[in-house]
């Protein structure tokens, strides 16, 4: 974990470094920040749903009976409905991020 840590904090700082030779300092901080949030918005969308999709076709080789009483508690729209619930959810943390992000725009310009 610390070398991960230091990984994504020299890439913070090498972004920031690159974008304050083209912009201010301010700008090029939230630029980055941005940019870092983003990415971590659709990497965690992309954890999600490409955990659903593995899960499903595991289900393919069981046996009648144990699909049979599967269905009875899971629904055969569970996947849509969590799918539909992962997006709806990553789509307002991007939204809450970025009105926030306005704000520190606003603030620091």
């Not at 595991?58 to 992962?86: E, H, N, R």
């Amino acid at each position: 974990m610390p070398i991960l840590g230091t990984l994504l904090s020299n890439l913070l700082v090498g972004l920031v470094n690159w974008f304050a030779q083209y912009f201010g300092r301010k700008v090029a901080f939230g630029v980055s920040t941005v940019a870092a949030m983003t990415a971590l918005t659709a990497a965690l969308f992309l954890l999600m749903r490409g955990i659903v999709g593995p899960l499903l076709g595991q289900l393919d080789g069981m046996s009648g009976i144990f699909m049979d009483a599967l269905q009875m508690a899971v629904p055969p729209v569970a996947p849509a409905c969590l799918s539909t619930y992962v997006t709806v959810w990553t789509a307002a943390t991007a939204y809450t991020w970025q009105r926030d992000l306005i704000h520190l725009f606003a603030k620091a310009g």
